[in-house]
């Protein structure tokens, strides 16, 4: 073999092994919870008010007429 392939061959080899190291390494620490203990619900009764539209809706301006009947199709 020449010097060049000889060369080439060493540094696919050590990139194989530095790939290969990294793979086992945990750069970022596993997360610490914050707090154990489950916090505590609230009871405070919220009435909604049932004037005020749940969810907020567009009516038709225009006239809703019905579709003409097709006949049935055999």
């Known amino acids: 073999m020449t010097t060049r392939y000889r060369t080439l061959i060493a540094l696919g080899a050590a990139a194989a092994a530095l ?3 990294a793979c086992g390494k945990s750069e970022a620490p596993a997360p610490e919870a914050t707090s154990a203990a ?3 619900q609230s009871t405070e009764w919220t009435q909604e008010n049932p004037t005020e ?4 809706v567009d009516l ?3 006239a809703v007429t019905n579709a ?3 006949p049935a199709a055999k």
């Open 19 to 21: 790939s290969l190291a």
């Open 38 to 40: 489950p916090e505590a």
């Open 53 to 56: 539209a749940a969810v907020p």
């Open 60 to 62: 038709p301006t225009t």
């Open 68 to 70: 003409p009947a097709e």
